[in-house]
Nanobody, 122 residues
Framework: QVQLVESGGGLVQPGDSLRLSCAAS????????WGWFRQGPGKEREFVAA???????WYGDPAKGRFVIARDNTKNTVYLQMNRLMPEDTAVYYC????????????????WGQGTQVAVSS
């Protein structure tokens, strides 16, 4: 079992930056991909970014050019640095862990956090 806890969400203005954190515990040795997904009001959950056990990074269309995913193995923590935020980024952001992929398929992720709310509004 892997436990995930997100933090760092909040209310910001367009153009601002925000850094989300995902603290992991439990059987993390079995995880090959660490991912971030989001679900906006009235929308389906979508892939944002993921990082592999070997520290390779992948980004979904909403994140390309604006977001950066990173890991700190000593702290068992995954981060999502979000820059130049826009109102369309408003969503609940979820951290997730996959034991075998595919990397961008939410169905492959075995463990999920409870989510952290990000609101972008002027």
């Amino acid at each position: 079992q892997v436990q995930l806890v997100e933090s760092g969400g909040g209310l910001v203005q367009p153009g601002d930056s925000l850094r989300l954190s995902c603290a992991a515990s439990g059987r993390t040795f079995s995880v090959v991909y660490w991912g971030w997904f989001r679900q906006g009001p009235g929308k389906e959950r979508e892939f944002v970014a993921a990082i592999s056990r070997e520290d390779g990074a992948w980004y979904g269309d909403p994140a390309k050019g604006r977001f950066v995913i990173a890991r700190d193995n000593t702290k068992n923590t995954v981060y999502l640095q979000m820059n130049r935020l826009m109102p369309e980024d408003t969503a609940v952001y979820y951290c997730a862990a996959s034991e075998n992929g595919p990397i961008s398929d939410l169905r492959s992720y075995n463990f999920w956090g409870q989510g952290t709310q990000v609101a972008v509004s002027s």
